[in-house]
Structures are given as structure tokens and as C-alpha cells.
């Protein structure tokens, strides 16, 4: 069983910056795809960044520019840094990891929170 634990979320101002953190239980270099989504209440869960292993981003509109991931696989952790964030990024945050057979684990979530 594959773990990812998030951590990092928390309460910050509009226009301020988190730094979210993925640390998986297995080597992430073997891993396809590790993404970062979200969830705010009452909405659908959704891609706001992913990284291939060979190191290739994308991002949705309504990050880019703002968002960044990236992998550290000395340390089997993916970072997802957030830069001048509003309130409607105000949601539970996942970490998820894809191998290429399409076997795909995720984490508990960690909360953040932007207020105005």
C-alpha cells in the first residue's frame, strides 16, 4: 500500500504564499505522474498541477503563472508552491500518484484556507 502524506496547508492572507508538501512511502522516481488537486465545497475535485517523472508541469489557467510543482526524488516528495493566492483558492488540497499502468493512490488532504 502506497502512503502520501500532505502537509503545509494552513490560513494565509490574500496575496500571500504556502508551500504544500507530498512525501510518498515508495521511490516517486518509478511514479508516472504525481498531480496536486483540489476540492472546495460543493465543487468538483480538480487538477491544479501535475509533474511527469520526466519533469514535464502542467498547469490549469487559473493557477498558472502563480503555482509551482515540483519533485524531489532524493527525498520521495512533490512540492506544490503557491504564490499570490486568493480566496477562491480556498479548498482541501490532494496530492495523487499515477503509475503508467493507470494504479493510482492518493492522500488525506490538507486544508487552505485564503482569506480576504
Known amino acids: 500500500q502506497v502512503q502520501l502524506v500532505e502537509s503545509g496547508g494552513g490560513l494565509v492572507q490574500a496575496g500571500g504564499s504556502l508551500r504544500l508538501s507530498c512525501a510518498a512511502s515508495v521511490r516517486i522516481a518509478s511514479i508516472y505522474i504525481m498531480g496536486w488537486y483540489r476540492q472546495a465545497p460543493g465543487k468538483q475535485r480538480e487538477l491544479v498541477a501535475s509533474?511527469?517523472?520526466?519533469?514535464?508541469?502542467n498547469y490549469p489557467d487559473s493557477v498558472k503563472g502563480r503555482f509551482t510543482v515540483s519533485r524531489d526524488n532524493a527525498k520521495n516528495t512533490v512540492y506544490l508552491q503557491m504564490s499570490t493566492l486568493k480566496p477562491e483558492d480556498t479548498a482541501v488540497y490532494y496530492c495523487?500518484?499515477?503509475?503508467?499502468?493507470?494504479?493510482?493512490?492518493w492522500g488525506q488532504g490538507t486544508q487552505v484556507t485564503v482569506s480576504t
Open positions: 509533474i511527469t517523472s520526466g519533469g514535464n508541469t
Open positions: 495523487n500518484a499515477r503509475w503508467s499502468s493507470g494504479v493510482e493512490f
